[in-house]
C-alpha cells in the first residue's frame, strides 16, 4: 500500500479484517458429521486384475501389443508396462493382494510399493522383501 512505511510503521502491513466467525478452542459443531467412507477395493487388487485381462489379450491375440492396450485405455506405454509387471510378482504375492479386502482406510500396498519386488527374479526373495516391507 502506499505510504505503508511512514509515520513510524516497521514494515508490518496492517488492514481491518472483517470477523467472521468467533475463533476458540472449543470444537466446531457436530451437527453435520461427515457420513463414514464407503469401503473399497484396493487400487492395487484393481490394477492386478486388469493386469491378468490384458495378460489374457495379449494371449488370445485380441490386443496386439502393451503400445494397443495404452491406446485403447488412454494410458502411457510406462504406465501399462508398470501395470503389467505385476504379474511378475510370486504367486503368493498376488494371491496375498487377490485376498486384499475392502477398506475405507488408506492403502498400505500399492504398485508403486511393489515395483522394485517385481523386479527380484527370485521368488523366494520377492516374498522375504516383500514381508519386509509390510513389516515397516
Known amino acids: 500500500p502506499k505510504n505503508a512505511f511512514k509515520n513510524g510503521n516497521g514494515g508490518n502491513l496492517v488492514r481491518p479484517v472483517r470477523m467472521v466467525q468467533a475463533i476458540g478452542a472449543s470444537r466446531p459443531s457436530q451437527a453435520n458429521p461427515r457420513p463414514p467412507k464407503a469401503p473399497k477395493v484396493p487400487r492395487v487388487k484393481e490394477l492386478l486384475l486388469q493386469a491378468q485381462e490384458w495378460q ?32 511378475r510378482l510370486a504367486p503368493e504375492i498376488q494371491d496375498y493382494i487377490l485376498n486384499l479386502p475392502k477398506s475405507s482406510r488408506r492403502p498400505t500396498i500399492t504398485d508403486r510399493f511393489l515395483r522394485p519386488i517385481s523386479g527380484i527374479k527370485d521368488d523366494r526373495r520377492q516374498i522375504e522383501k516383500f514381508q519386509e516391507l509390510l513389516r515397516s
Open 56 to 87: 489374457k489379450m495379449l494371449e488370445s491375440g485380441q490386443i496386439k501389443d502393451q503400445v494397443e492396450i495404452a491406446r485403447q485405455e488412454g494410458l502411457s506405454r510406462a504406465r501399462v508396462t508398470q501395470i503389467m509387471s505385476l504379474l
